[in-house]
């Protein structure tokens, strides 16, 4: 086979030449090791800051794996929420984190399996509002009364004089 074609096939299939993807609940034997993580995500849960959390059990409590998107680095992943019920595959580092493993997913070429190819996030998709849509604004708009202005008491105010009482 001609070399400058199998230079081609591991520079455009690196898959080819990695190991096979350990199942996620297998994570945890393998702290520090550059592994390929294979599992169905269950959710996609965001906690504070806007950072993004692939569970890949019902009970993310008692998983042994996860895989964690930062705010920062979630326009470099795209939309992950469309990864909800696929089988993935993430290759990186796993690393350990309050005595499970996980796994920090900073771009879009660690993922595989059926999450090769999800979309961009789109323009207005707000990482602060922890998902939620925004028109592009981080602060709501003021608000505009309609309707005539107070009015300003004039001077001198009648007062009444206290009657003494006798």
Do not use: W
Not at 25 to 31: G, W
Not at 46 to 64: K, N, P, T
Not at 102 to 127: C, W
């Amino acid at each position: 086979m001609n070399p400058l074609r199998i230079f081609n096939l591991i520079l455009f299939f690196p898959s080819l030449t990695s190991a096979a993807c350990i199942p996620f609940d297998q994570a945890l034997d393998h702290i520090g090791e550059t592994q390929c993580v294979i599992g169905k995500v269950v959710r996609i849960e965001s906690g504070a800051g806007g950072v993004h959390y692939l569970d890949f059990c019902e009970d993310y409590r008692l998983c042994r794996f996860t895989a964690v998107i930062f705010p920062h680095d979630l326009k470099n992943v795209g939309d992950v929420r469309q990864l909800v019920g696929k089988t993935v595959e993430i290759r990186g580092v796993v690393k350990e984190y309050d005595g499970r493993a996980e796994m920090i997913l900073e771009k879009a070429a660690q993922l595989g399996g059926e999450a090769r190819r999800i979309s961009p996030l789109t323009k207005n998709f707000d990482v602060e509002e922890k998902g939620h849509f925004s028109a592009g604004k981080s602060r709501p708009s003021r608000r505009r009364t309609s309707g005539s202005k107070k009015q300003i008491p004039t001077l001198p105010i009648e007062i009444p004089e206290d009657v003494e009482s006798n």
